[in-house]
C-alpha cells in the first residue's frame, strides 16, 4: 500500500469514527456505546463444519445461535491459507503482500518467528483506548520472551500454546501464562489436563474479572486442528457406523460449540449481553484428511488449507450483539482480516494512525452503507489470488486463472482465455501488491537446547482414537 492509499483509508475510518461522536458505535439515544469484544477463532475449521453453512451431522447450536441472532457472512476470508501469516495479517491488519509473516517456519527451539517489536497490532490499538485485552489460546507469531510475545504485542493477559507445533497435540506437557511456563499434568503420556478446557476456563475467569469495563478477548482456539483427541465422545459415542475419527472429529467440535454457549451465558448472567459483541471465526480452510473428506469441510468450496482456492482461504463469520446487530442477518461484503484492526479501533473508538490494509466492517454487521474493497488479495509461497467483485484469479508460476464466483463458487472453470484485459489488470494487481519482508532472512541466534536442535520437518502420522 503506497502512502496515497494509507491515507485514504485512514481518512475513511476517521470519519467513521466521527458518526459516533467520540468513537464507538451509537445507542438508540445517540449515547456513545464502546462494546465488549469477543472474537473466537477456530483452527483449521472449514466453510462447510457449521449448521449455519449446511452441516448436517455436526451438531453446533450455539455457533449457529450466534448466526440466528445476529449476521452471517457468506463472502468472508482469512489472511492466508496456514497458520502462521493468516494470524499475522489478524493481527496487525496488512495483508498478505504486505505483513512480515509469511508463512510457517520451524524453530530450533519452542516457537516461530516473531513479529517485530514496533508492529501495530489490535492489541496495541485497543489498549491504547483504555480496553482491557487478554490473548488466550494459540499464539504462533514468536517464542518465549521474543519481540512477538503477545504480552509485548498489546495484550494485557495472556494464556495458552506460544508454539503452533507444540499445539498439534491437546495434551502438552505446558502452556504460558505471562511469559511464565505453566506446567500440566500431561507428562511421560498422560492425559489429565485437555487444554482446550483451560482455555475456556482461563476466558471465563478473564470475562469475570474485567467485565465492568471494556475489554477485548482473543479466543484462538486449536480445535479442530491436528490431533483428533477429545475426552469423551459425547452424542457420538454411539453412531452407528461412524469410525473413531469422525466421531472424535464431531465431538471436538460440538465441544467448542458449547464452550462458546457457556461464554454467552456468562455475558448475560453477567448483565453485560447487550455491550458485547461476539464474533466467531476460523483461522483458514478446512484441513485435509479426516476434516475434508468426513464431514465434507469446504462445502462447495474448491481446494483446503494450504491453497488459494476458496476452500483454503474462505471461512465462516457469524457476529452476534444484542439490539445493534439485526438477527438473522446475511451479508455477502467481501471482507477478510485484515479489515478487523480497523473494525475494533471503530468500535473502541481507537484511532489508527499507522498503515492498514483493511476497511471497517461495522456499518456491515450494524446494517449500514459500507464501503467496498476495490479489491483483496492474498500470496502464498509462488501462489498469488485476488478477488474483485465477483471475480478471483489464482496464479500459480506465472499462469493465471480466472473464475466468477457469482456462477462458479467452486472455481471449475477458467474463463481467462475469454477476459484478457481483466487477466492484465489481475497480473497488476498481483505485481502491485507485494513487497518483501524481512521474514525471508531472519535468523534465530539464541541458544539451543540440545533436544531441540532441529526442527522438525515431517508430521508423524496420528492415531486414529479408538471407538
Known sequence: MNRREFLKNAGTLAAGLS???????????????????????????????????????????????LAAEGIRLTDHYAGSAVCAPSRSVLLTGLHSGHCYVRGNRPLPVEGNVPIPADSQTFGTVMQSAGYATACIGKWGLGYPGSSGDPTRQGFDHWFGYNCQRQAHSYYPTHLWRNEKK???????????DYSHDLLTAEALKFIRDRHKKPFLLYLPYTIPHAAFQVPDLGVYADKSGWSGTKKAIAAMITRMDRDVGTILKLVKELGVDDKTLVIFTSDNGCAGGGLHKLFKGSGPLRGMKGSLYEGGIRTPFVARWPGRIAKGSVSAHRSAFWDMLATFAELGGARVTRETDGISMVPTLLGKQQKEHEYLYWEFGKFRAVRMGKWKALSAGGKLALYDLDKDIGETTDLAGDHQELVKRMKTIMSASHRDTPWTTWKYTGPTPKDQSKPRKNRKKRKKPAQ
Open 182 to 192: 505453566v506446567m500440566l499434568r500431561n507428562t511421560g503420556g498422560a492425559k489429565r
Open 19 to 65: 458518526l459516533f461522536g467520540d468513537g464507538g458505535a451509537a445507542g438508540a439515544a445517540g449515547k456513545v456505546v464502546r462494546p465488549n469484544i469477543i472474537y473466537i477463532m477456530a483452527d483449521d475449521l472449514g466453510y462447510g463444519h457449521l449448521g449455519c453453512y449446511g452441516q448436517k451431522e455436526i451438531e453446533t447450536p450455539n455457533i449457529d445461535r
